[in-house]
């Protein structure tokens, strides 16, 4: 079945091919091209002038959880700091819930960011933090998400021993869930772990294979950055408060700076310098952090009004950011992209430009979304 897509006001595809118009064949985009030369198609969508980009990349989320954080989060808004402890209050809900009422969390949130256009999804462990509740977290993340990554290092669980748990996680937990998962990611942060901790364990995630990620510097400055940077992760994940030494790190790596915009306004923490990681030639990339404690949003298109609001980046970069950077951190480029042979993933807004997104603050500017070739609304 292939669908030819006419009508274009304005085409971001993130690659060297332009156009009013471009052809989806099955999963994947066929064509890309002037309309005039388009290649016959079984169906025409006309979209009447309105813009069309990839559909969004939340490559950083924590879906596998139960429970509820609003006291939490009053909390905070009436001055309280956010701290890693938190964790700990989901983590006791979501080992009490069965599997069914997990995976109709995790269906409801990536079904709620589908309709706002994200059509690629990771997702992570790390609510779980034994051994059961961590290979089963992975295995109904695995089920759902595009992406998954093991975060059995995301809190020691209160009363446990750090050292204990860290031979835990990068041995017999490891072992369970590496099957499962693509990449493993640890929380390396005070209150969370330390950078020797952090090390040991993403060390054994990559004997085992695994890619790897980190959580750093989001509640301060810290070692995140450079551990990340120093161990070739594909991605380090808030970055927060940097100091310009992590910036220059980051800037001569691969390893992708990851902005969570939304969770730095819900913790109220200060906005990440985007400015600076970019012109310092850092890759950035903006996801949702989606979660019950620091971040509960799946909106992409929030975190792009604000990135360029409030954080000084163009349209066009926080675009590519949420797009085509969100790929760069998960190491993909079949999304992320318009090109032929790309996923056929596709955001159209209601609006003539992505302009739109920072002109428009707020305003649900999702038209329509295909994923994998298919017109889910
Ligand atoms: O990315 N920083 C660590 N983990 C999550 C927060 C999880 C929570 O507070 O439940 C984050 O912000």
């Given at each position: 079945m292939s669908v030819l897509i006419t009508g274009i006001g304005e085409l971001t595809t993130n690659s060297e091919v332009t156009g009013d118009a471009l052809v989806i064949d099955g999963a994947e985009i066929a064509w890309v091209g002037n309309a005039g030369n388009a290649p016959a198609a079984d169906e025409r969508v006309d979209v009447e002038g309105r813009a069309v980009l990839p559909g969004w990349v939340d490559s950083h989320t924590h879906l596998v959880f139960a429970g509820d954080r609003t006291a939490e989060f009053g909390a905070r808004m009436a001055g309280k700091p956010y701290t890693a402890g938190g964790i700990a209050v989901t983590v006791n809900a979501t080992r009490a819930a069965t599997d069914d009422e997990l995976a109709a969390v995790v269906r409801k949130h990536i079904a709620e960011a589908l309709k706002q256009g994200t059509t690629f999804i990771e997702t992570k462990t790390g609510y779980g933090l034994n051994v059961a509740d961590e290979v089963r977290s992975a295995r109904i993340a695995a089920e759902q998400a595009d992406e998954v990554t093991f975060l059995g290092a995301h809190l020691v669980p209160p009363g446990e021993d750090a050292d204990t748990y860290v031979d835990l996680v990068r041995g017999e937990m490891l072992d369970a869930v590496a099957p499962l998962v693509r990449w493993a990611d640890v929380f390396c942060e005070k209150g969370a772990f330390d950078y020797d901790q952090s090390k040991a364990v993403l060390q054994a995630a990559a004997a085992k294979g695994l890619g790897l990620r980190v959580h750093g510097n989001?509640?301060?400055?810290?070692p995140g950055v450079r551990l990340a940077v120093e161990l070739g992760a594909a991605s380090v994940d808030h970055c927060t408060y940097l100091s310009a030494a992590d910036i220059d790190a980051l800037a001569s790596s691969d390893t992708v700076a990851t902005l969570l915009p939304a969770c730095d306004l819900s913790t109220r923490q200060s906005l990440p310098p985007a400015r600076a990681l970019l012109d310092a030639g850092a890759t950035v990339a903006l996801a949702s952090n989606c979660n019950p404690g620091s971040s509960y949003t799946s909106s992409m298109a929030f975190c792009v009004t604000t990135a360029v609001l409030q954080m000084r980046m163009s349209v066009e970069e926080a675009v590519w950011a949420a797009t085509a950077g969100g790929a760069q951190a998960l190491r993909r480029t079949d999304v992320g992209v318009i090109r032929p042979g790309a996923r056929a993933d596709l955001h159209v807004l209601d609006a003539p430009s992505i302009t739109h997104l920072a002109y428009r603050p707020g305003v649900p500017l999702t038209h329509s979304v295909w994923r994998r070739g298919e017109r889910t609304n």
């Open positions: 989001q509640l301060g400055e810290g």
